[in-house]
């Protein structure tokens, strides 16, 4: 027979998918509005309490099983007028997706982006 304290760790275990997608919406709807997390939160009903462990735990659940490092490839580029080639950087992931950033990309903003894809897995 299995006592609640088995029942709830056991529940804890399990990963729902329903759940998880509902709330990698929510925290997506988030990022992308440009409102605070308490805003948001107070919006639509949310414990903020419960969508910053969602947020944490999204972002820890992205990267299980990448690797610490990846590798990087550097590709040929196509020969162009320097002018069209200026100011131009691609960052091709693992997962397929490719970061593409035109004009001057300064450090911080490309730390922002980073900082984001790493938040908020695809």
């Known amino acids: 027979m299995i006592n609640k304290a088995q029942r709830q760790s056991r529940g804890r275990s399990r990963r729902d ?4 997608a509902r709330w990698r919406a929510l925290v997506g709807e988030q990022a992308s509005s440009g409102v605070s997390i308490r805003r948001y939160c107070l919006r639509h009903g949310l414990a903020e309490s419960a969508f910053h462990f969602w947020r944490a735990e999204l972002a820890r659940r ?8 990846v590798p990087v490839k550097i590709a040929a580029q196509e020969t162009a ?4 080639a200026e100011g131009r950087l691609e960052i091709a ?11 001057k990309v300064d450090r911080g903003q490309l ?7 790493e938040e908020r897995p695809c």
């Open 62 to 69: 992205g990267r299980e099983g990448w690797p610490a490092f």
């Open 81 to 84: 007028p320097p002018s069209a």
């Open 111 to 117: 730390v922002e982006v980073l900082a984001a894809v």
């Open 93 to 103: 992931l693992v997962n397929g997706v490719r970061i593409r950033l035109a004009g």
């Open 17 to 20: 998918p329903e759940r998880e």
